[in-house]
């Protein structure tokens, strides 16, 4: 059974940081495309960031990108999404999920996908 098990969100004030991490079992975070989403209430869901397999990386909004990197540590068998300058736009429910194949900024591309963590960004 894979699992994707997610695990860093909670609450931070705005400017803050926050690393959320994403710790597979059953697939090899190498062999697929990780990526992360997120939505928020009442919005769509949206595409933040992804790593390839050969460890490119993709992102989002313009108002991620900057702001937020995408990492793994195969020994692990983990990726991590670090999260600067945090927005109170950024608060939402992130998700962490893996791809066989396909466009990785298309949730539709995903196989996989861990239960969320809740980011909220509030002073």
């Known amino acids: 059974q894979v699992q994707l098990i997610e695990s860093g969100g909670g609450l931070v004030q705005p400017g803050g940081s926050l690393r959320l991490s994403c710790e597979a079992s059953?697939?090899?975070?190498?062999?697929?495309?990780m990526g992360w989403f997120r939505q928020a209430n009442g919005k769509d869901r949206e595409f933040v960031a992804s790593?390839?397999?050969?460890?490119?990386?993709?992102y989002g909004p313009s108002s991620v990108k900057g702001r937020f990197t995408i990492s793994r540590d195969i020994a692990k068998n983990t990726v991590y999404l670090q999260m600067n300058s945090l927005k109170a736009e950024d608060t939402a429910v992130y998700s962490c999920?893996?791809?066989?194949?396909?466009?990785?900024?298309?949730?539709?591309?995903?196989?996989?996908w861990g239960q969320g963590t809740q980011v909220t960004v509030s002073s």
């Open positions: 790593i390839r397999r050969s460890g490119g990386n993709a």
């Open positions: 059953g697939l090899a975070v190498n062999g697929y495309t």
């Open positions: 999920a893996a791809a066989r194949a396909g466009i990785s900024s298309a949730s539709t591309s995903y196989d996989y």
